[in-house]
């Protein structure tokens, strides 16, 4: 059973910075033989959930939502499985529900559908203003 757990939410004022993580555990060798990709999404409040950045699990393809262009960088360590998001400048309108999601493909196609294979529980991140 694959499970997706998220860490590092929290409250943090304008301007100031975090960072996500998310371990995957329980994958099976056929999620993995082939070219897969991590990510986040994030759902604010009374929003639907949007795309947020992907990138492949060789660390050499990512993408990103425009308004976070700049200030988010996603990495990932393929032999731990983890998948990072670091959040800088901070505003309230990045206030949202982050998700962890990981998909068997492309990076591309986890942007395009917005439909992973699976999800994690969502961690929650709160800026002030």
């Known amino acids: 059973q694959v499970q997706l757990v998220e860490s590092g939410g929290g409250l943090v004022q304008s301007g100031g910075s975090l960072r996500l993580s998310c371990a995957a555990s329980?994958?099976?060798?056929?999620?993995?033989?082939?070219?897969?990709?991590m990510g986040w999404f994030r759902r604010a409040p009374g929003k639907e959930r949007e795309f947020v950045a992907v990138?492949?699990?060789?660390?050499?393809?990512?993408y990103y939502e425009d308004s976070v262009k700049g200030r988010f960088t996603i990495s990932i360590d393929n032999a731990k499985k983890t998948v990072y998001l670091q959040m800088n400048s901070l505003n309230p309108e990045d206030t949202a529900v982050y998700y962890c999601?990981?998909?068997?493909?492309?990076?591309?196609?986890?942007?395009?559908?917005?439909?992973?294979?699976?999800w994690g529980q969502g961690t929650q991140v709160t800026v002030s203003s």
């Open positions: 329980g994958l099976t060798s056929s999620d993995t033989a082939m070219a897969y990709a």
């Open positions: 999601a990981f998909l068997t493909g492309a990076a591309q196609r986890m942007r395009t559908t917005q439909a992973p294979d699976y």
């Open positions: 990138i492949s699990g060789s660390g050499i393809v990512a």
